[in-house]
């Protein structure tokens, strides 16, 4: 019953029309997207079951019958892992016979390969129009995307998305930045898709030789702090709006609205869960995709900490919202603190003053005690004490939780300084250290 009323819904009432999407996204009721969301799950659970290696062996493990299952809790432990998608062969999750590829570059360096058929590039792209659109986004706008090139989505959902809105679109690859400033008065592009430190570097060459007329600029990829997005947004004048996503979602599955107070979730398209929470909601990010049917995942670990935002949004979305993304999973750091994420001191020290952008904090075992010790490095030469009361009282005002830990005596702050340029930047560079003997 559920389904033949999303069929029709879908098809006479969206269709393939964007702006229909976007009013849809505002007037479905809740209570009908769980409906839906829940009726989905368990179509995708049985579809894979019968049809993928990897799942239907997890479920015999179990001895779960997919029949039975109605809700992610019902597949107890089960859960698909990077780890598992690195080590298997693609037959051991490909249910029917792919039309794309793409893969993701992971820290270890081998890639995670994720099928795809056209359809489900087609429905990824609709939602990526449909949060495009959202940002205001119309036919004849000209938009320009650099996501990086070679195995990667982005760029191609991208491309379909301006298709979808009859808008103009330049997907290239990761260019120098001078290269697509050069271009700007030719092509007129008004729309700019990047990764955040892409961004800073064109906007860098902007504020030096001239803006032109942006609409938005919309980011995704890697790490935007409020500071970037700040500079970002003032050197053009223009809202900086972010996505989040992966390969292994197929590009995004969630975008900020013009609020910019969360990612609104494509929930027609997945289900998330946020797996051990802590008592203040954060957890890693599961997703299970509804509607794919090539290489479904089922409860995969995006190795993401993020936390659901309760209230709704002022948007009028009624589609669920996550908090930034704290860190990855294997960054977090648990301690007398708390739970400890690079996030937190990103927040912490980013308008510390006098000290570089290069930082590193590490938990230290003394004694009993843990040590939270912040490496710093002094840029004007003067004394630390500056430094060290600002970032007390930022951490103070910021993260009350963890400064009352720390006024209970369960870890020590120590500071340490470093020549400038000792610690490394980048996105390798490791921004939290856990130094504790096991
Ligand atoms: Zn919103």
Not at 38 to 67: M, T
Not at 121 to 146: F, M, W
């Amino acid at each position: 019953m559920i389904k033949a009323i999303q069929r029709t819904l879908e098809r006479v009432v969206v269709g393939d029309s964007i702006p229909s999407l976007v009013r849809w996204g505002q007037a479905m009721p809740r209570g009908l997207v769980r409906r839906l969301q829940q009726d989905a799950f368990g179509e995708v659970v049985r579809y894979a079951a019968s049809r993928q290696r990897f799942f239907a062996r997890k479920l015999a493990e179990k001895g779960i019958d997919a029949g039975r299952v109605r809700r992610p809790e019902d597949l107890g432990d089960i859960f698909t892992t990077p780890e598992d998608l690195l080590n298997l062969p693609a037959e051991e999750f490909l249910c029917r016979a792919p039309k794309a590829v793409f893969e993701t570059t992971g820290t270890s360096g081998a890639p995670k390969r994720v099928y795809f058929g056209y359809d489900e590039l087609h429905r990824s792209a609709r939602h990526e129009a449909a949060a495009l659109y959202k940002n205001g986004v119309r036919p004849g706008d000209r938009a320009v995307c650099t996501f990086d090139g070679g195995y990667w989505i982005s760029g191609w959902v991208t491309f379909l998305a301006c298709r979808m809105l009859g808008v103009f679109c330049s997907a290239i690859g990761k260019p120098q930045p001078r290269e697509l400033y050069n271009r700007m008065p030719q092509y007129r592009y008004n729309v700019v898709v990047a990764d955040p430190t892409w961004l800073v570097s064109f906007s860098e060459i902007a504020q030096k030789d001239g803006t032109y007329p942006l609409k938005v600029i919309m980011a995704a990829g890697d790490r935007m702090t409020d500071v970037y997005r700040r500079y970002v947004q003032e050197v053009w004048g223009a809202p900086l709006v972010l996505g989040y996503g992966s390969t292994e979602a197929g590009g995004g599955v969630g975008m900020e609205c013009e609020r910019q107070e969360g990612y609104h979730l494509d929930e027609y398209d997945f289900l998330f869960e946020i797996v051990d929470p802590d008592p203040q909601g954060y957890g890693e990010l599961v997703m299970t995709t509804l509607t794919r049917r090539t290489q479904p995942f089922i409860r995969y670990r995006m190795r993401d900490v993020t936390r659901f935002v309760p209230q709704p949004c002022a948007c009028g979305v009624t589609l669920s919202r996550i908090e930034p993304v704290r860190g990855r999973r294997d960054e977090m750091v648990v301690m007398g603190a708390g739970n400890m994420h690079p996030e937190i001191f990103e927040r912490v020290l980013h308008d510390v003053g006098d000290i570089s952008s290069h930082w590193q904090v590490a938990v230290r075992q003394q004694g009993l005690r843990d040590v939270l010790e912040f490496r710093l490095e002094l840029t004007n030469g003067v004394g630390p004490e500056n430094v060290e009361q600002n970032v007390r009282r930022n951490l103070e005002a910021r993260f009350p939780e963890v400064w009352a830990n720390h006024l209970c005596g369960m870890y020590e702050l120590a500071f340490r300084y470093l020549p400038l340029s000792t610690l490394g930047s980048g996105r390798k560079a490791r921004r939290l250290v856990d130094e504790r003997s096991a």
